[in-house]
């Protein structure tokens, strides 16, 4: 079996061009949607991840302003900026991109967006109304893994998905996305002690660990979703996933490339949480 590839390009270019139309109706309502985007230091993929963000809300009429502090910037100082754009009412959403300079609290920062204009989903409040059911700010990668899924027609009640990283932005928000959608989920993380059969075992397998072809197609069960949220450098330079794609595909019926992957799918989700953030915000105020 071959498998068949869930592009990232198609499946963005149209959560994108939904976000556009939205964007011409907000505008001629006299509402132009903004995103801030801060960034601390010079982190070359960060910087690369930012100018991405930018481009993407130019493309879908997006105001962006970008705010670059210096790697030494202090906690107050971030925290002070942070209040600003808060009390913006120009300023729909805004996000910090991390990670961040050792000496800044990130939970602290976090803290400081309010739950609003919270684009990337990462405020406890987010978090917590992600977990109840209650509407909120989906974090963009865990939705565009979803919207993934969803794009190759399974059913995802009653499946077995298996997620194969914990992290608070992906791991544990994408498990819980899909036990939102009725599948019955397994989380793996460094200590799982039988980490290839639990994979063996799984429908649907999303991998976010952060490792270079972690996932060998020997992993793969026949006919399951494959999900490679990682981005990865390999040892040619390139960039790659988390999951070796020729010998998955082997296994698999779908499979997300790394690049044009989850990665694309992430910003498109962003910009569709921008446009949100305006349209409840001028919903509030008219
Ligand atoms: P983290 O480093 O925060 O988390 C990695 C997770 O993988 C941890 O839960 C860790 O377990 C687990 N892990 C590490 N080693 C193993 C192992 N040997 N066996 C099983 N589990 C293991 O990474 P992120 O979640 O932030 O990111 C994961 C990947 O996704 C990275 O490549 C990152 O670049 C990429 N990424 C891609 C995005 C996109 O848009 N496509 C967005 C965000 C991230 P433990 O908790 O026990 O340490």
Do not use: W
Request: aromatic share 2%.
């Amino acid at each position: 079996m071959s498998a068949q590839r869930i592009e990232g390009k198609v499946l963005a270019a149209a959560v994108k061009a939904r976000a556009a139309a939205q964007v011409e109706q907000l505008k001629r309502q006299g509402v132009e949607p903004c995103l801030a985007v801060v960034l601390v230091g010079e982190n070359p993929a960060s910087q690369t991840y930012v100018a991405g963000k930018e481009r993407d809300c130019a493309a879908c009429g997006i105001r962006s302003v970008r705010y670059d502090l210096p790697a030494e910037t202090s906690q107050q100082e971030l925290l002070e900026l942070l209040a600003r754009l808060a009390a913006d009412d120009t300023v729909h959403g805004m996000l910090v991109q991390l990670p961040l300079p050792a000496q800044i609290d990130e939970q602290a920062v976090i803290a400081a967006i309010p739950p609003e204009k919270d684009v990337d989903g990462f405020t406890p409040v987010n978090v917590g109304r992600m977990m109840i059911g209650q509407p909120c700010f989906l974090p963009c990668t865990p939705a565009g893994c979803l919207e993934m899924i969803r794009s190759t027609g399974i059913s995802i009640a009653g499946k077995h998905a298996v997620v194969v990283g914990r992290s608070n932005i992906v791991g544990k928000p994408a498990a819980m996305l899909l036990l939102a959608e009725n599948a019955t989920v397994t989380i793996c993380h460094s200590r799982t002690a039988d980490l290839a059969d639990q994979c063996r075992a799984a429908d649907i397998l999303v991998a976010a660990v952060g490792k270079p072809g972690f996932i060998t197609g020997d992993m793969v069960k026949p006919g399951a979703v494959v999900i490679d949220v990682g981005i990865n450098r390999g040892a040619d330079g390139k960039l790659c996933g988390d999951v070796d794609y020729a010998s998955a595909a082997e296994k698999a019926a779908f499979i997300t490339p790394v690049p044009g992957g989850v990665g694309l799918m992430t910003r498109a989700m962003l910009m569709e949480n921008t446009v949100q953030a305006a349209r409840r915000a001028a919903e509030k105020n008219g």
